[in-house]
């Protein structure tokens, strides 16, 4: 849970991009959300404005909920699932998706892992029929899961091993987390990965893949009772798997220390560090929390209007990035992280104590109401653009309802954003952000060891 | 896994020390070891010297075993065992320990959980009636629970919560351990303690507390026929459990960084620092390496003799403390830690330095001939002393094999210890002290955070 700085965090995105479709402006049809009787939750997002549809199924599973030692499994089946089913040979599906021009993809996170395909109205059933077919019968073979461990254990090294950030980010998340499951890297530690097997695909599988453990999200050019009758057809054939127990996990204790994580290593030339707290998500905060956390976020590091860009990167010219991040849906409390690399001759203890700085500002002297209402603008804006992109909607429909949010949710974003004030963004500053209980990663060039 | 200074490292002791018996010195009779039918292991030593019985047993369950979130039921049932059974009366059997001038006492570990009572003789079957009573008879009623889960929150906040080296070594390990549940405090986490219930106590027993899972060991003035009979009588009459799954845990992924963790607080008065790597243990050790982290722990810091109290506290005197631990007897990987505490103006990074510059000297030059002659001659004149003190004498026999080893491994110790070399331990000291692959917990007073 360490910055990644692009993409979707933590993420693992796999396999197949076909062909990019360029997304277009949405309307503001209302969005539909039923079950089926086998209790899989639908949500349509109607998108008239251009002939194509985001299919979207998200899966309640992530690696937070991966049995002890098994690190890896829940990414790793993403990988299986696009191996041969009963029914249709390995590659038919993403070769089917590319004959028509389409795009599709699948990630791992978490507390989800989702499959999309992006195809013209056309294709929609065709989609479902494929997805719901995977959802049962895929062919679990001894060969099959040799085969794709290798290409995970591959991935690991390549995204992993290989990238000194990646090496500290793994270090920093399991110190930042020491009970709660985040501390885990989503791909899965290597000498786990290397173990798992097909007994524990099959049980994996035999667990979560199921409908009532699932979430289909379809926005686009569609009508919401034909997506009904489609899901039906398909899906609706699926039969319910057992209930699933609900996902408590262990969470983490208080944290009393401060600590730090440092990866000295010949190949990083500029040093940088991130600082991070464990802070509420949207599913586990009181009201109005997780909302202030994103606002303060805004403020104090979002984009180059925020804080520590216009103070260290603008004015003192000390630090070439500095900013700050809020990763809100997460079904478990989440993380809260600053971050900086200094610029030309400037010290990382310089960047870091002008980082602090401005977090100690904020404690103690709040924001402005002038310039929360500029955030709550650039925020609920971005909403808007994410509005603007199929796929970016469907990805937030997608991550709340599968972090334990609903549709009302993600439709009162934006009046609930507007409703924070100021007090309520400094007291969440003042609560969580406490430079003597947080975590600290530091990465540093070999000849610099000693900055 | 930090450091406790004194007694069992990690174990939790429990309630009624009813009369101290003074232990005395053991003869050098052959020990035995055997099976009963329901799979009991028996292990007898004997030693006629004094009308003495020792009588544990050891159950192979520690925090380590305990499920995800239900950190502290290994201990919480220890406390447990101490109720009211079918049979007794809960008391029933502390008063009659007490009553023949006797003593008892439990404790647990991140690998074991161990009863024990120092009784006459004459008293051994009574003990192995009650012990094999408690073994499958408790009667855990929500009351029972309730109540003795009172206890454990109440012994966290006394011991933990309230001292802040304990609240301090909880993180550190937890820093150290990223993935190894010896991250987990036996105690547990007092919001997962606050949740322990009657269901979960209930699974634990029903798994755990089986003649198969336990060792018996008995030292003393007895026969070994004799106990063998009697423990047929009584422990023999419990029905086997349900066969265990190994003790297969998560392992550690390799450290890449170096960690800190620091307290700051008003009620530390001296500055400490300890530094911690994870090594093998004689369970996990290739051949050799473990008897040579215990010569370089004994070499570096075992005592008044070695490098670290002869440099630090006797010649630069800039130390008031300075020692070195290996905590070989552990199922999975495990700890090799420094620490040193600075005397009188001395600054507490200097005693680290120094604390460094002695590892660095041993790794860069390794140790002499004559000092390890003279560390392997204490270490084995511990042993010594140990098969001296009964008690001593069966713990060293019970942990062991509650950790994977036998009653051979405890006999050929002294031998393997004798056979280990120089080069042998230098070897370990490069390949696992490195520096900046480390974890360094800080115990700062308020007034030095900055030292």
Not at 383 to 400: E, V
Request: proline share 5%; net charge negative; charged share 25%.
């Amino acid at each position: 849970m360490t910055p990644t700085r692009i993409g979707l965090r933590a993420a693992l995105l796999t396999l197949a991009l076909a062909a990019a479709v360029p997304a277009r402006a949405a309307d503001d049809g209302e969005v539909k959300d039923f079950l089926l009787d086998n209790g899989m939750e639908v949500v349509v997002i109607p998108d008239h404005r251009a002939p194509i549809v985001t299919h979207m199924v998200w899966y309640k599973i992530g690696s937070a909920d991966e049995p002890p030692g098994k690190s890896g499994i829940a990414h790793f089946f993403e990988h299986l699932m696009f191996k041969a089913t009963t029914n249709h040979a390995a590659g038919e599906f993403d070769r089917a998706v590319s004959e028509i021009g389409g795009s599709n993809n699948a990630f791992t996170s978490y507390d989800y892992t989702a499959f999309h395909e992006t195809v013209p109205p056309s294709a929609l059933e065709q989609m479902m029929g494929f997805e719901a077919d995977r959802m049962r019968n895929l062919i679990l073979t001894d060969d099959v899961i040799k085969t794709e461990r290798d290409v995970i254990l591959e991935e690991r090294r390549s995204r992993i091993d290989s990238n000194p950030q990646a090496v500290l980010d793994e270090e920093v998340d399991a110190t930042l987390w020491q009970n709660q499951p985040y501390r885990i890297p989503v791909i899965g530690w290597m000498q786990e990965m290397e173990q798992l097997n097909r007994p524990d695909a099959t049980a994996f599988y035999d667990n979560y893949y199921r409908p009532n453990n699932a979430v289909l999200v379809v926005a686009g050019d569609v009508d919401s009772d034909a997506v009904k009758a489609m899901a039906e057809r398909t899906y609706g054939k699926v039969a319910r798997g057992p209930d699933l127990r609900p996902r408590i996990r262990p969470v983490e204790p208080e944290q009393n220390t401060k600590r730090t994580v440092t990866l000295t290593d010949a190949r990083v030339s500029v040093p940088s560090f991130s600082t991070q707290w464990v802070v509420p998500s949207y599913h586990t905060a009181k009201p109005g929390e997780a909302e202030a956390l994103d606002l303060l976020a805004e403020i104090l590091g979002g984009g180059n209007r925020s804080r520590l860009y216009q103070g260290l990167v603008v004015k003192q010219g000390i630090a070439s990035d500095a900013a700050a991040y809020f990763q809100g849906t997460m079904l478990d409390a989440t993380n809260f992280t600053v971050y900086g690399a200094p610029r030309g001759d400037a010290r990382l203890s310089d960047v870091e104590a002008a980082v602090d700085a401005e977090i100690a500002r904020i404690v103690k002297d709040g924001v402005s109401d002038d310039e929360l209402e500029r955030a709550k603008t650039r925020y609920v804006r971005s909403m808007i653009f994410a509005r603007d992109k199929q796929d970016d909607m469907a990805n937030m429909y997608g991550s709340t309802l599968a972090t334990g949010g609903n549709v009302k949710d993600v439709e009162e974003w934006p009046d609930r954003i507007r409703k924070v004030t100021a007090d309520e963004v400094k007291a969440v500053a003042a609560r969580y952000l406490a430079l003597d209980r947080s975590t600290t990663g530091y990465l540093l060039p070999q000849q610099q060891a000693g900055n």
